[in-house]
């Protein structure tokens, strides 16, 4: 008997030391494991929205200033977004995408600590929108960067010709810091996305209350177009605005960068699934769709208008269907997109007309008149058009189309309120510190010369 029960515990000894060898095993085995395919996705993703960023958006605005502030376009838009990749990694996205409180993250990311773990070489993961797949966390903090980055160059767009290129640096780091990261934890930061052991995740103020927002029509477009709106009226108009010709200078250069903005946009709104599957596929369709009925809506606005055509109507038009479908891009169906499209154009088209004769400011660019007011419409017809009745995904969840539509107009109703304050106060703050504007020399001459001492073109 005593034999037998020693060789029993024998047993369970060895028995214990072989499962305590192989239990590293057994729990990466009960680990969510980054699929190879969503991630070559989301990688492809993240370097359409780069491209998108830069060289398009650099393109589009800087193909409609005259030849003489070309350069400084490319400048602030190439080395703004560069500013503002390098701020996401030291501490933006873990304001945005970490668990705080309902109005901002923490820090538990700050310089990206926790993501890769040298000495084991394990990467760390978040959650997607499906229960047990997730992502190598690195892969959808460069995502998000992209989405950071070019919000901020998309304020550029309403403040060109005048504005000092120390100025604007200096309020990209404000309002980067104190509006965007606050905007999108607010809507974007939900407690899925925290792996943290222990933690109690309290999820974004706009997010907790049913909001809407596949891509960032809110987070991007009304809040970079309500900021651009500010600065202009902070700025006040271009030297002889309205007396003398202020023509685009090269229409060619502005429909490539809309073209390429149209190719990269497809990263900006698919990818914003996290994953290859069919609301990949939704978002990708919603998006190539939408954008082809918004260059016809707005042409044939303008046509009957004005009598003409133009290539800058169609490229305008094609902006204006993206930024619409941005919030609803996986959020609506087929229908959606065909009303969505249609809409935005002759909305957007009096944005920039009628509506920026009303506001009299130089939004230089129609940064509010495309983006925010754009951006208004496509996150209020999200609530809409989600209806399974109407052909949208929205499911059992759906709270029905007042319901839904008000929670969108609150959601609407925050982002303006907070970017409008912030972008005040850090003008505020530029004007009075560097400065925001040139001199009128400096103005005149061109800022090509005066600020970077380049030329685009040979004279």
């Known amino acids: 008997m005593h034999s037998t ?9 060895k028995a214990a030391l072989l499962l305590a060898a192989l239990s590293p095993s057994l729990a990466h085995a009960g680990t969510a494991v980054p699929n190879k395919g969503d991630t070559a996705w989301m990688l492809t993703s993240t370097a359409l929205v780069l491209l998108m960023s830069v060289p398009a958006l650099g393109l589009f605005y800087g193909g409609l200033v005259r030849t003489k502030n070309m350069l400084s376009v ?10 503002i990749t390098v701020l996401w990694c030291v501490y933006g996205y873990s304001l945005a995408f970490t668990s705080g409180n309902e109005f901002i993250g923490g820090l538990s990311r700050l ?28 892969v959808y903090v460069a995502f998000q960067c992209t989405f950071a980055a070019i919000t ?31 905007v999108a934890h607010m809507v974007w930061y939900w407690p899925g996305l925290d792996t943290a052991p222990g933690a109690k995740p309290v999820g974004g103020l706009l997010w907790q209350w049913g909001t809407l927002d596949f891509a960032g029509g809110t987070v991007v477009h009304i809040n970079s177009g309500v900021a651009g709106l500010v600065g202009a009226i902070f700025l006040g108009k271009r030297i002889g605005l309205g007396k003398e010709p202020m023509p685009p200078h090269s229409i060619t250069m502005t429909m490539i960068g809309a073209s390429l903005l149209w190719f990269g946009w497809f990263g900006f709104n698919a990818g914003s699934a996290l994953e290859a599957n069919g609301s990949a596929a939704l978002a990708f369709m919603n998006t190539y769709l939408a954008t082809a009925c918004a260059v016809l809506a ?31 891009a996986g959020n609506v169906g087929i229908p959606g997109a065909f009303a969505i499209g249609l809409a935005v154009g002759p909305i957007c088209f009096w944005g920039v007309t009628g509506l920026k004769k009303i506001i009299r400011a130089d939004d230089a660019l129609d940064v509010f008149g495309v983006h925010a007011l754009g951006g208004i419409f496509g996150a209020l017809a999200t609530g809409i058009f989600n209806d399974p009745a109407l052909g949208g995904p929205g499911g059992s969840a759906y709270p029905g189309i007042w319901a839904q539509l008000l929670i969108q107009a609150e959601a609407v109703g925050v982002v303006i309120v907070w970017t409008a304050v912030v972008a005040a106060i850090g003008f505020y703050l530029v004007k009075h510190t560097v400065g925001l504007r040139v001199s009128e020399e400096d103005e005149r001459e061109g800022l090509d010369t005066t600020l970077h001492g380049e030329r685009a073109y040979d004279m």
């Open 5 to 13: 029960t020693k060789t029993l515990r024998s047993f369970v000894s």
């Open 152 to 182: 901020c160059c998309l304020i550029v767009g309403a403040l060109v010709e005048r504005v000092k290129f120390s100025g604007i640096l200096l309020f990209m780091v404000f309002w980067f810091t104190f509006c965007y990261c606050p």
């Open 111 to 138: 310089f990206l600590s926790g993501t890769f773990n040298s000495a084991t070489g394990a990467f760390s993961t978040v959650g997607t929108f499906d229960k047990g797949v997730v992502l190598n966390e690195l």
């Open 298 to 328: 707005w042409l044939g606005t303008e046509w009957l208008i004005k009598g003409k055509p133009s290539m800058l109507g169609a490229a305008s038009g094609a902006v204006a269907g993206l930024v619409a479908i941005t919030p609803a």
């Open 74 to 83: 490319l400048m602030e838009v190439f080395v703004g977004f560069s500013l």
